[in-house]
């Protein structure tokens, strides 16, 4: 089993991005989206204008202190690789997404970093949420690791650009 890492989210956090679980270069580097191919830091860093090369716990604060939370929507699971397509779907232990939600009452607006996070949440999540007392507002948007080639960086970063800073809402 791999288990995944605590969300990183300030209380006034509005966003919820979510992956599926971490990769094996996130696993052993202890950092969210640590591949160094992983387009996701460096969309972070462009669209909110930060340093390139900006170390990991400010990475952090920079989500934060724009109002995004970054979790997984898995929090445990086999996973052999570090493809999504290899999650042993009968080890899969989700988040506890009401607890959370229940502790950051501003968050509005959930955008899945692909189609697993999206898949998973909406299965084995959603049905449990009760979105009459926290409204939700969802988007998928383009996976951020270097698997998905079939999206160019500037569609990415397009895409991912218009979600964080209000764009498509």
């Known amino acids: 089993m791999i288990a995944g890492f605590p969300p990183v989210a300030a209380a ?5 991005i979510l992956g599926s ?3 094996r270069a996130s696993l052993q580097h202890q950092q969210y989206y640590a591949h160094p191919r992983n387009a996701f830091w460096p ?3 462009q669209v909110f204008g930060a340093a390139p090369d900006l170390p990991y716990p400010d990475k952090l604060r920079l989500l934060t202190d724009h109002g ?3 979790w997984d929507v898995i929090g445990q699971c086999r996973r052999p690789t570090s493809l999504d397509s290899d999650i042993e779907p009968v080890s899969v232990q989700v988040n506890d997404f009401s607890r959370f939600l229940a502790a950051h009452r501003h968050i509005a607006t959930i955008c899945f970093n692909g189609t697993t996070a999206e ?3 909406r299965r084995r999540i ?3 949420l009760d979105l009459e007392r926290q409204p939700l507002t969802f988007h998928r948007l383009p996976s951020t690791s270097p698997a998905n080639a079939g999206c160019s960086y500037a569609d990415k970063l397009a895409r991912w650009r218009s ?3 209000g764009g498509d809402h």
């Open 12 to 16: 006034d956090a509005r966003l919820l």
């Open 126 to 128: 959603l049905p449990f």
């Open 68 to 70: 995004i939370a970054l």
């Open 119 to 121: 898949a998973t949440f």
């Open 43 to 45: 969309i972070i860093i």
């Open 21 to 23: 679980i971490p990769g």
């Open 163 to 165: 979600a964080l800073t």
